[in-house]
């Protein structure tokens, strides 16, 4: 979607689309603004609660009975799990994903990890395709004036037209652009806590050969979990900052993260989009 300056501040039930690498500031943005007006729909929640909330707790349950305790109470339907999953904390579907490596570490082996990388590639394809219901919903039944939907970090790796198509007719596409010295920071904060990603599938194939090789690893299942993603997370960062600004290109526009920093209300957001709007049309 593409609009003039004026014809953003005029719109009267704004749908906007943020797309961004973690750490860009999407989600603090998201709570500065009026949570009576702005319906936050989380690209990340809406899959773990409908799309993979089954194979989220199909796997707390494999884990969970090979205690032996948790076992008897489980098989007796003495005890339920179930996850308690929100817009904040969204670690069931981290933990679901895993980490490719070595089953005493906790990593997976490289088919149930790949299994599982394709499953959350569908559930991302169909919450983005679930957008414009709830832009409907959100005014529908709970009369909210604005929407915002929050998009995964990993949305510019799908190669789906159809969703940015879709997103793009129904919501305003910005991209939130880290600035080099945040990149550092972004990176060095995941060496220090990696966590589990998504990665395309030619992606992962094509650096996992090249890390095996690097360290001498002639199996998979013989890596640590933690050192894998730790070596590959500057080179994914790297491989999606093009893609996010091309998707921002054809679809919608781009700010500064910096600038995003420095919104603290509403009016500034509001502003802050048509300042750009406008410079980006000149």
Known sequence: MHMTAEQFLN????SIT??????????TLANKLPKDRWFHYSGDYRIGTKYLNEPILDNIKRQAIEVPFLRDLLLSDSIYICNNLSVENLAPVSS?????????EGGLSLDRFKHRQ???LQAEIAAMQDVPEFIHKAEDIYGYKHFLNDAGGSVCELDSVEVLETLAKHSLIIYIKIPPKLEQTIIARAKTDPKPLYYREEFLDAHL???MTLKGYSNPEQISPDEFVTWVFPCLFKSRLPRYQAIADEYGYTLDADDVARVTNE????QL???????QAS
């Open 18 to 27: 943020l797309l961004a690498m973690s750490g860009a500031g999407k989600t």
């Open 267 to 270: 009016a500034d957001f509001i």
């Open 96 to 104: 679901f994903l895993g980490k490719l490596g070595n089953a005493d």
């Open 273 to 279: 989009i048509a300042d750009t709007i406008a410079k």
């Open 209 to 211: 050969e090249e890390f």
């Open 118 to 120: 394709k499953l959350h």
């Open 11 to 14: 719109w009267e039930n704004k």
